[in-house]
């Protein structure tokens, strides 16, 4: 019982407002369908109660769509909503830096903005400048680099910040490919012991190999893409 009533408020309740802390449960609202386009909006009256209102014309048989958040994390939603969102613009690039600096995270390292795109295979620029800037740190005499790249990037210097990055566009790439090609090996090994089991047995498997193709179709790209910038 305890195991349905956390599922039920994890999966089913929002916040009244944005930024609140305070969460509602809506019989009904809570079966509105999760789309990147919302549809309608959720607002409360001065007595609390919700109202879901159109924002724009729906069709008679066009489901209802309010989005769930995080359009860049599809293995949130599989492993909180249970559904794999193939229509995802990106997803995380999977790169974690251990202990960042300070200065690292003024620059914008931020693992929710470390996307790559599952169209076309792009890189956030978040991903290029925290990849160049942890590099710089970790390299012997780059602290004139890295110290020239920081104060760029504070200052809004774009042209200098850009000169920084085509320099050392070689390092940066390099470091890219391997962390690519490191979690498609990764990924791969995952995919080949999951055909081990018996989907009959586990019901939801069909639905992680679907996120493992994603996964792996998104990264190939990528490996794609910085191959051919390369050095």
């Known amino acids: 019982v305890m195991k349905f009533i956390y599922n039920v408020v994890n999966t089913r309740s929002w916040p009244i407002m944005e930024g609140s802390d305070v ?23 001065e007595d609390g109660n919700c109202e879901v209102i159109l924002i724009e014309d729906v069709s008679p048989g066009e489901p209802l769509t309010l989005s769930y958040g995080e359009p860049t994390n599809p293995a949130k939603f599989l492993a909180k909503y ?19 600096s300070a200065k690292l995270k003024e620059i914008g390292y931020d693992p929710s903005k470390m996307l790559f795109y599952t169209e076309d295979g792009g890189v956030s620029q ?57 979690i498609l090996k990764e990924v791969q090994d995952l995919t080949d012991k999951m055909y081990q089991f018996n989907s009959e047995r586990h019901p939801r498997l069909p639905l992680l190999l679907r996120h493992h193709a994603l996964v792996t179709s998104t990264f190939i790209k990528v490996q794609e893409y910085l191959l051919s910038i390369g050095y």
């Open 23 to 45: 969460y509602n449960i809506v019989p009904v609202a809570d079966f509105l369908n999760h789309g990147y386009r919302d549809n309608v909006e959720l607002r409360y009256d």
């Open 82 to 100: 249970g559904f794999l969102n193939d229509d995802a613009p990106a997803t995380y690039c999977k790169l974690l830096i251990s202990a960042p």
């Open 126 to 182: 978040e991903v290029w400048d925290a990849v160049l800037f942890s590099t710089l740190e970790r390299t012997p005499g780059a602290a004139d680099a890295k110290n020239a790249f920081y104060e760029a990037y504070m200052n809004e210097d774009y042209e200098t910040k850009m000169a920084i990055h085509q320099h050392f566009q070689g390092e940066t790439v390099n470091t890219l490919l391997e962390h690519v090609n490191k």
